[in-house]
């Protein structure tokens, strides 16, 4: 999930709520759109290797 933050960067979060915390865990933050698009593919990508 992407969200907008204050200051025009981007952030990514996981899917998933940590049920530790009840919030979802920061993925990255990134100063485009397109760099956190990109970096959300790459986690999906290494996620599938097994």
């Known amino acids: 999930m992407i969200r ?3 200051g025009g960067k981007y952030r990514l ?5 940590n049920p ?4 979802r865990r920061n993925l990255g933050t990134f100063a ?4 956190a698009l990109k970096h ?7 996620k599938r290797l097994d």
């Open 4 to 6: 907008k933050i204050r």
């Open 40 to 46: 959300e593919r790459e986690i999906q990508y290494f």
């Open 13 to 17: 979060y996981s899917r998933k709520t």
């Open 32 to 35: 485009n759109r397109a760099g």
């Open 20 to 23: 530790r915390t009840g919030r």
